[in-house]
């Protein structure tokens, strides 16, 4: 299963609504996954089963989609968000990633 | 507290083996799932390989026949072993944990390995 991953990168000002989408090349149910990733560090899970905030990720994320197309959306972009954003399909025992989104602060 | 600590990394030849080590603390290897995700420098994420706390094991395509990924309970630790390496395996290797066989949820730092001559 393809992954793929809209906009590659983008740049928003604080407080700025901003909306990643992630389409799968077949329909995977809701088993997607989203991760935020920062330089040098490794990423960090924020929702899985396409919309489950995990415990500890602010409420600025939300995420939504089934099927084969998913949206990560921050609600109001704070400064600390800066950071490639990937979505990760478990529809089959091939695990696969998008490409990534990169959000930068304007 | 979750903590992974990844080591093995280093230059190889291509056609090279390594074994990497994920030591694992505050939780048991054997009863949660656990896999290998990787990063070549700059580029995005790539799975690798994952261990179902059952035992059963996965391969990514571009992996098989050439990785092993198996675990010591007795030392907590989860391993890759890599044979016949390739340039295109160089990439930082993450561990990863979860409670269930759908994401990673928590990693470890990470080990760069590098295939090159």
């Known amino acids: 299963i393809q992954m793929t991953q809209s906009p590659s990168s983008l740049s928003a000002s604080i407080g700025d609504r901003v909306t990643i989408t992630c389409r799968a090349s077949?329909?995977?149910?809701?088993?997607l996954s989203w991760y935020q990733q920062k330089p040098g560090k490794p990423p960090k899970l924020l929702i899985s089963g396409a919309s489950s905030l995990r415990t500890g990720v602010p409420s600025r994320f939300r995420g939504g989609g089934s099927g084969t197309d998913f949206t990560l959306t921050i609600s109001s972009l704070q400064p600390e968000d800066s950071a490639t954003y990937y979505c990760q399909q478990s529809y089959n025992t091939a695990y696969s990633f998008g490409p990534g989104t990169k959000v930068e602060i304007k | 507290e979750v903590q992974l600590e990844e080591s093995g990394g280093g230059l190889i030849q291509p056609g090279g083996s390594l074994r990497l080590s994920c030591a694992a603390s505050?939780?048991?290897?054997?009863?949660?799932?656990m896999s290998w995700v990787r990063q070549a420098p700059g580029k995005g994420l790539e799975w690798v390989s994952f261990?179902?706390?059952?035992?059963?094991?996965y391969y990514a395509d571009s992996v098989k026949g050439r990785f092993t990924i198996s675990r010591d309970i007795s030392k907590n630790t989860l391993f890759l072993q890599m044979n016949s390496l390739r340039g295109d395996d160089t990439a930082v290797y993450y561990c990863a944990t979860s409670d269930g066989p759908r994401d990673f949820q928590e990693w470890g730092q990470g080990t760069l390995v590098t295939v090159s001559s």
């Open positions: 505050g939780f048991s290897v054997s009863s949660t799932y």
């Open positions: 077949r329909s995977i149910s809701s088993f």
């Open positions: 261990m179902y706390s059952s035992g059963t094991t």
